[in-house]
């Protein structure tokens, strides 16, 4: 029997007639099959960076992978602590042990994502749920469908510094692949900037705080128009990739010390 999991942000399989547990590529998701299709963030490095991240990596050279990782990670954390809260855990800045278990900045940018659940009380109508579609041949997870303002909106939170045309593109492909599966058709899609550079609650119709800002994109058109070019990116890394094979660690499920001794024998 094969299971397919998860253990936070690690998928894996288990297969209990061969005794392993077999680690997954995060570049991909895998069907109830266990095939493997590439992420739609991963098609979406052979979208072109621009001027401004060569300069970047030129300005911060051998600590640029260091930087990159640390996001990663604080990204991670903060997904983690939204899904926990809208799920209705209480979210604690504290461990078990009593001691700090999250950076300030971390903390700071749950508490925005909290400012905007209690300011504006967006409807929590689905978290964190794995999409894929073998037709198009990409997955992902989308991070929030909700309802605000009566408006259907598939919403993707953001940590990083600064949003690019890329956001926009992963959320029309999510889009696209849930248009495929049949799930209902939204209003619009939406990024949750928890990291922007606002200083103000903004004016009367802005949906924003302090270092936070929501940006939606109501016209199917436009939407239409970025999920063109995603399916341009896409064929440029099926080209670039065609041959590429996922990376799997396959380890045991349970050692016992004697098996040592009987295998020397």
């Given at each position: ?15 209990l ?30 979208y ?20 990159r ?45 909290v ?70 058709p ?6 949750l ?5 606002t ?21 199917s ?45």
């Amino acid at each position: 029997m094969q299971t397919i999991a998860k253990i936070s942000n690690q998928n894996y399989r288990i297969d209990l007639t061969t005794n392993r547990i077999t680690f997954l590529d995060g570049r991909f998701y895998y069907d109830e099959d266990g095939t493997p299709v590439p992420s739609v963030t991963t098609i979406l490095n052979a979208y072109p960076k621009g001027a401004a991240f060569y300069e970047w990596l030129k300005k911060n050279g051998e600590d640029s992978d260091a930087i990159r990782d640390d996001a990663g990670r604080r990204g991670s954390k903060v997904h983690q602590m939204t899904e926990a809260y809208d799920k209705g855990e209480e979210v604690s800045l504290f461990g078990q042990d009593g001691e700090l278990s999250l950076s300030m900045v971390e903390w700071s940018m749950f508490e925005r994502y909290v400012e905007f659940r209690r300011r504006f009380n967006p409807e929590i109508i689905d978290i964190e749920t794995n999409i894929i579609s073998k037709e198009l041949g990409m997955a992902g997870t989308r991070d929030r469908v909700i309802a605000l303002n009566g408006k259907r909106l598939l919403l993707d939170i953001k940590t990083g510094n600064y949003i690019g045309k890329e956001a926009w593109l992963q959320l029309s492909a999510y889009r696209a692949i849930d248009r495929v599966n049949g799930h209902p058709p939204y209003d619009g899609v939406a990024i949750l900037h928890l990291s922007a550079k606002t200083k103000t609650d903004g004016r009367k119709d802005s949906i924003q705080g302090k270092g936070w800002q929501l940006l939606i994109e109501y016209d199917s058109n436009a939407i239409d128009q970025l999920y063109e070019v995603f399916e341009h990116t896409h064929r440029l890394w099926l080209s670039e990739n065609k041959d590429l094979m996922p990376r799997e660690l396959s380890y045991r499920l349970h050692h016992n010390p004697t098996d040592i001794f009987l295998s020397s024998k």
